[in-house]
């Protein structure tokens, strides 16, 4: 069993840094793909980035260039280095994991990017609030 824990949130002004953190628990081996998402009031959940067991990521069109994503597998340690935020940043964040059988290919990292309620294991989420 997966555990997530998310820190690193807080408030900033416009144009701030920030840098969100999780701790991954309970992963031994095998494939992973871990990510953050994020949740504004009145929306949906969505995909800000994910990063893969080969270190291949994936960037939201809205965040790219602006926030960084990695992972320390000898830590198990997920980072997500976000620059030159802005107010509509302003949301919960959301780390989450999945353990897939199979090899991890194109076509699941689009599914699993464009539908959080295929992520199997969540952190209970830290707030970003950007302020104008």
């Known amino acids: 069993q997966v555990q997530l824990t998310e820190s690193g949130g807080g408030s900033v002004q416009a144009g701030g840094s920030l840098r969100l953190s999780c701790a991954v628990s309970?992963?031994?081996?095998?494939?992973?793909?871990v990510g953050w998402f994020r949740q504004a009031p009145g929306k949906g959940r969505e995909a800000v980035a994910t990063?893969?067991?080969?270190?291949?990521?994936t960037y939201a069109d809205s965040v790219q260039g602006r926030f960084t994503i990695s992972h320390d597998f000898s830590k198990n340690i997920l980072n997500l280095q976000m620059d030159n935020l802005e107010p509509e940043d302003t949301a919960m964040y959301y780390c989450?994991?999945?353990?897939?059988?199979?090899?991890?290919?194109?076509?699941?990292?689009?599914?699993?990017?464009?539908?959080?309620?295929?992520?199997?294991?969540w952190g209970q989420g830290t707030q970003v609030t950007v302020s104008s």
């Open positions: 990063i893969n067991s080969d270190l291949k990521t």
């Open positions: 309970g992963y031994r081996a095998g494939n992973i793909c």
């Open positions: 989450a994991a999945d353990l897939p059988e199979a090899a991890i290919d194109s076509d699941y990292v689009r599914r699993h990017f464009a539908n959080p309620e295929l992520w199997v294991f």
